[in-house]
């Protein structure tokens, strides 16, 4: 089992989660339920994913079972765009909550810094970026102070224990902390050694907001979706110096690139299906890296982003 870390909201999240992006409709059920039996109890879901049905029978399946309880796991799930309007974030919050089968989420996540125009899900579900499913951005006017707003009456309403955002830069991460009645309780962001962000890292720790990184591998978790910056990037777990470390402390190297981030407090939410890969993961937690390490490790920063926007549209799509 991964050790926890404490919100600011008083709960205690896992440290090493399970990531549900990319996780197909028919085998995601499968995936979460084995993900529990290998010990997973954090997933890491969202509304553009278009499988937390699937997941939630996953889940369903191993309370049933009695695998695990309810108040065991910690399940997150993330606010699409279009659905940022004050109105709009409470109904589609118990649409997911219902889709997961459960009554309320350990976190929900602000997905990204960015509104767009209502898509009812009768017509689209989910609805991606575009209004016409296809190539039109329709910008929303709500601000994000008004959707913090809508996500805090989520707590009250007992929807959501605690909630955070995803893909904020310094700015707006200094803007919700002004008018924050509950501050945010997490930082989802791209983070591994090709994009390290460490004054955003540092701002938020210094708050006292947990930052979770995503994509701890860099461009392997985007190469599925034939991404071209990805592919030419040199994937991190066969870089030299992370070979090196790994070979140093007997581990692998995608166990280094987890531990780089969760020694230094961060929490991780890796991605995979191969049953010997999940314990991997789950178990990345029991060594230390040397201090060394971690300074040859902070050089290797690029400032490459590949979770961007225009990287998979183009740019005239969306400005
Ligand atoms: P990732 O960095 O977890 O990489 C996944 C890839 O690495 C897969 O191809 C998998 O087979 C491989 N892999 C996993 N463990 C391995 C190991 N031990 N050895 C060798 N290969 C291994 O990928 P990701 O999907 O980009 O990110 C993880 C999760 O982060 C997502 O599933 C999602 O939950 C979350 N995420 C959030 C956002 C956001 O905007 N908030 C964006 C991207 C991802």
């Known amino acids: ?167 904020y830069q310094a700015q707006s991460v200094y803007d919700a902390l002004i008018y924050a009645k509950i501050r945010p309780a997490t930082l989802q962001i791209e983070h591994h050694p090709y994009l390290q962000q460490p004054d955003l890292v540092n701002l938020a720790q210094k708050e006292g907001i947990v930052v979770t990184a995503y994509s701890s591998f860099g461009p392997t978790g985007f190469m599925e979706l034939d991404m071209p910056r990805a592919k030419s990037a040199a994937p991190l777990m066969e870089h030299a110096l992370i070979k090196e470390i790994a070979a140093k402390h007997k581990k692998t190297p995608a166990q280094v690139l987890l531990r780089w981030a969760t020694q230094r407090g961060l929490a991780v939410i890796p991605k995979t299906s191969r049953p010997e890969v999940l314990a991997q993961n789950l178990d990345s937690t029991t060594f230390d890296l040397e201090s060394s390490d971690l300074e040859k490790i902070a050089e290797m920063d690029l400032n490459i982003r590949f979770n961007k926007p225009t990287n998979y549209f183009s740019a005239d799509k969306l400005f």
């Open 1 to 167: 089992m991964a050790p926890t870390l404490k919100l600011n909201s008083g709960y205690e999240m896992p440290q090493v989660g399970f990531g549900l992006w990319k996780v197909d409709q028919a085998t995601a059920a499968d995936t979460v339920y084995n993900a529990i039996k290998a010990g997973y109890r954090l997933f890491d879901g969202a509304c553009d994913y278009g499988n937390e049905k699937e997941c939630g029978e996953g889940v369903a399946r191993a309370i049933k079972e009695g695998l695990v309880k309810r108040e065991e796991l910690f399940i997150v799930s993330k606010l699409w765009q279009t659905f940022h309007d004050e109105d709009k974030v409470e109904p589609i919050t118990r649409k997911q909550l219902a889709d997961w089968q459960i009554d309320y989420f350990d976190l929900f996540l602000i997905h990204f810094p960015a509104a767009l125009e209502y898509v009812d899900p009768k017509v689209r579900y989910p609805p991606g970026w575009f209004y016409d499913g296809e190539s039109e951005v329709r910008w929303s006017k709500t601000t994000l102070q008004q959707t913090w707003g809508a996500m805090e009456k989520l707590v009250e309403k007992k929807l959501a224990r605690s909630i955070g955002i995803s893909n």
